[in-house]
């Protein structure tokens, strides 16, 4: 079955430095998605991305972040300069349109600010 | 502003028995309905998907219901294991915006041997 791919699984990073989380959607998927969960907390939207730009972004998503889909196969997550608060597990997700086939998650990346 | 609600938080059973787990939403004008499934440390396994126009969908031991109108979804698992042991997380999709989805904080489920 067709996966949704992401790494690193973990990264640790100094507070004040730049991370990018790298995915690899699904090949005939359009729509891509970046979401986190902060330790005991609910999961949270952070941005659409469809038709090489972004197509919604939540509060959260602020001039920090950045997504870039580089060369039409990977789809990244650029957090310009980490702060605690941004620890949590990242989640990238991909759908065919929108919501209506549900969405496929890849594995997570944990990253830890410190 | 859509709120996802699900309970019980945490919910301990022996092996076999049947549960139920539920799931509250505040705005019925949804899209869909989804129920997930996330082990610890883990990423997010997507387990049934419920159309607004749908009342269940079956997988297997287990089946999700959907009352749009009350704002409600269950999930049932029938003959529980202990690899059944997870969280659980209900994510909607709002009708004028079915590009993402709302979470609610999940239900922690122990089956024991």
């Known amino acids: 079955e067709p996966e949704v791919t992401q790494t690193p699984s973990h990264q640790v990073t100094q507070m004040g430095q730049e991370v990018i989380l790298r995915c690899v959607p699904i090949s005939n998927h359009l729509y891509f998605y970046w979401y986190r969960q902060i330790l005991g907390q609910k999961v949270e939207f952070l941005v659409s991305?469809?038709?090489?730009?972004?197509?919604?972004k939540s509060e959260i998503f602020d001039d920090q972040f950045s997504v870039e889909r580089p060369d039409g196969s990977n789809f990244t997550l650029k957090i310009r300069s980490t702060k605690l608060e941004d620890s949590a597990m990242y989640f990238c997700a991909s759908s065919v349109e929108g919501t209506y086939y549900g969405y496929t998650f890849g594995s997570g990346t944990r990253l830890t600010v410190v | 502003k859509q709120e996802v609600t699900q309970i019980p938080a945490a919910l301990s059973v022996p092996e076999g028995e049947n549960l139920v787990l539920n799931c509250s939403f505040t705005d019925s004008a949804i899209y869909n309905l989804q129920w997930f499934r996330q082990d610890p440390g883990k990423g997010l396994t997507s387990l049934l998907l419920i159309q607004s126009s749908q009342r269940e969908q079956t997988s297997g031991r287990l089946n999700a219901s959907l009352d749009k109108s009350s704002g409600r979804s269950t999930l049932y698992i029938a003959a529980s294991q202990p690899g059944d042991s997870a969280t659980y997380l209900c994510a909607v999709s709002e009708a004028g915006n079915n590009r993402k989805l709302i979470w609610g904080l999940g239900t922690s489920l122990a089956v024991n041997p």
């Open positions: 991305f469809y038709n090489n730009e972004i197509s919604e």
